[in-house]
């Protein structure tokens, strides 16, 4: 039986981020940004065109090809830290409000130039890892299928079926990992 620890080892992908095509319950994603990174990031956005809390979800969506979305309860609250510096203002449209750069905003974003350029960096990094694209799409195709076989299993699990599949997954992740 392969533990978890030399199946996560061996899957590991070299640039430290662990791949995980289920969540798990209680177990999060690696982290897409790092401190101080999504700040940086919609100051940037908003810097292009102004936009609303909205849009700016869907263009950090875009940016990762639809892998990762961030969540309103991440997006807002950094919107408004940005507000509350007056490095953005914003004009309210019906029920949405519109976040426009300041000139604060602007001097901050020059400033940070290099900080920015990491920011890009890392999120082409956690791109690829978030969808694989080491990866052939034969082997795509494979994790799809598996998945769909899983899905397609609901419900019916009875003790034997269990301990089948998953000596099924626990056999095929050793041999993948030992080059069998």
């Not at 940070?112 to 990094?125: S, Y």
């Amino acid at each position: 039986m392969v533990s978890q620890y030399t199946v996560r080892q061996g899957l590991e992908h070299p640039d430290g981020l662990e791949r995980r095509g289920v969540r798990e319950r209680g177990i999060r994603s690696p982290r897409v940004f790092a401190p101080g990174d999504l700040k940086l990031l919609l100051l940037a956005l908003i810097a292009e065109q102004p936009c609303h809390g909205y849009d700016l979800i869907l263009q950090i969506e875009a940016l990762f090809d639809g892998a990762y979305s961030p969540s309103p309860g991440v997006i807002y609250p950094t919107l408004a830290h940005l507000e509350a510096g007056q490095f953005v203002e914003v004009s309210v449209h019906g029920d949405k409000k519109q976040y426009r750069i300041t000139d604060t905003g602007r001097v901050s974003l020059n400033q940070q130039t290099v900080a920015l350029n990491g920011v890009w960096m890392r999120i082409d990094v956690s791109r690829r890892s978030l969808r694989g694209q080491d990866r052939p799409a034969e082997i795509h195709q494979a994790i799809h299928n598996l998945r769909h076989a899983l899905q397609l299993h609901q419900g019916h699990w009875s003790p034997q079926e269990i301990q089948r599949v998953h000596n099924l997954l626990n056999d095929t992740a050793k041999a993948i990992v030992d080059g069998e």
